[in-house]
């Protein structure tokens, strides 16, 4: 079975403890202490391989631990560092945190590579404590704890263009009929079982990606039938393309299916429903009636949805689709569709009694608020983006900050300052 979700437990390596030792040796008297510092802990390393498609090797292997750094030793040695663990996913993987489901990381893009949780710093040995008055200090440091983390991995496939339509309405047939992609087809429901990409070449153009779809059903996004499986699969698309039987080969009324079909895309994802969409009505080698191509351009059309007659199987009216798909695909932004990060490892993993002050400068007119929790949280967040922007709030919030501001008398309009950033205080 196509496996595009996987639920795995990492682990960085815990930091060495620092060493506790003193020099011994014959004709040096009063020998001070040589204790080694303990070696850093191995981290969690996410990074894309090409070769992959699937998330099937996380079935059998779900935990996943770097090595642990070596306790320093005797004569200033230091332990050996934890050996990091590299954890090969396919590209398109959006990471997500188990329990709260939010975004780490989406490797996709430029993405390719991640250190997602970074192993534990080596603890400081004795050595380094050796002060005038301290000189037989008897404590060492021990290394950072080891951090974990449950994750979701979500395969979610690169594509332009998404294909959509009820089962044996001929997405298949079309798909392999425009690109080198080679699916499954057969004369029954639920052929498709996993999503297929294909690459789309055209003659004088750029070309794009099209990933079909498995079939889905009135109630997909509720889990019924297969297509509930694989619809995040059509979230980074830009474009859709909604494939119906306009010859009603199976006694379906085409109009309704397209309602029906869109109605589960707005269920899943709203944002997703509202994506520019063109109407492929197939089977028109099989076409007896014309009214019923007349009726589905008079019902889309005037909306803007352009409808295209074609045959998946004799090719007629494709070359013209695929063309005005590729069109609209370059008037659209080229950025690539990218899940924002929405949660933080390491700002997750810091103490909740980390110090910040927040205080009233009156030289300046303005509230300033700092502490390490403060400038963590700003390094750790893309304040640029509106998810970003609103951790950013929840945090000042979560964290008693906003009360402590009005507290001191804060109003609207008033400036708050952190770590150089400024900003006005609305409620």
Do not use: W
């Amino acid at each position: 079975m196509f496996a595009d979700r996987a639920k795995i437990y990492i682990k960085s390596g815990k930091g060495g403890d620092g060493h506790v030792s003193f020099r011994r040796e014959k004709y040096v008297p009063n020998g001070g202490p040589d204790g080694g510092d303990g070696g850093d802990g191995g981290s969690v390393i996410f990074e894309v391989d090409e070769g992959l498609n699937t998330l099937t090797d996380f079935r059998h292997i779900r935990k996943y631990s770097a090595e642990n750094g070596e306790e320093g030793g005797k004569k200033n040695c230091r332990g050996k560092n934890g050996q990091d663990i590299i954890i090969k996913i396919p590209h398109g993987t959006v990471i997500k945190e188990a329990q709260s489901g939010k975004v780490i990381t989406d490797m996709s893009g430029d993405n390719r590579r991640i250190v997602l949780l970074k192993g534990g710093r080596g603890g400081n040995g004795n050595q380094h404590y050796a002060t005038s008055t301290m000189q037989v200090p008897k404590y060492a440091q021990p290394g950072q704890a080891a951090l974990e983390l449950e994750l979701q991995l979500e395969l979610k496939v690169i594509a332009d263009v998404g294909l959509v339509g009820f089962p044996n309405v001929g997405k298949s047939t079309f798909l392999a009929r425009v690109t080198n992609a080679r699916p499954k087809i057969a004369n029954y429901h639920f052929t498709t079982l996993n999503p297929n990409l294909g690459v789309v070449d055209l003659e004088d153009a750029k070309g794009f990606v099209i990933a079909d779809i498995p079939g889905l059903i009135e109630g997909a996004s509720e889990g019924i039938g297969l297509g509930h499986e694989f619809l995040r699969h059509i979230e980074r698309t830009k474009l859709i393309i909604h494939i119906v039987d306009a010859a009603s080969t199976e006694g379906r009324d085409p109009v309704a299916d397209i309602y029906a079909i869109d109605k589960e895309l707005d269920a899943y994802n709203p944002e997703i429903a509202k994506r520019p969409q063109v109407i492929a009505a197939n089977k028109i080698d099989m076409l007896y009636d014309e009214d019923a191509l007349d009726k589905i351009k008079n019902e889309f059309e005037p909306k803007g949805i352009k409808v295209f007659p074609i045959s998946a199987i004799s090719g007629e009216g494709v070359r013209e689709l695929l063309y005005y798909v590729n069109n609209l695909l370059t008037q659209m932004d080229d950025k690539p569709v990218v899940f924002e990060q929405e949660y933080f490892p390491e700002f997750q993993t810091t103490s909740g009694n980390d110090p910040y002050t927040v205080v009233y400068d009156e030289d300046a007119d303005e509230y300033v608020v700092e502490g390490p929790r403060i400038e963590k949280m700003l390094g750790y967040t893309n304040l640029e983006s509106e998810k970003g922007f609103t951790f950013f709030q929840n945090f000042l919030k979560e964290n008693g900050i906003l009360e402590e501001l009005e507290t001191l008398g804060i109003k609207e309009g008033d400036t708050v300052r952190m770590y150089g950033l400024s900003f006005d205080y609305y409620k």
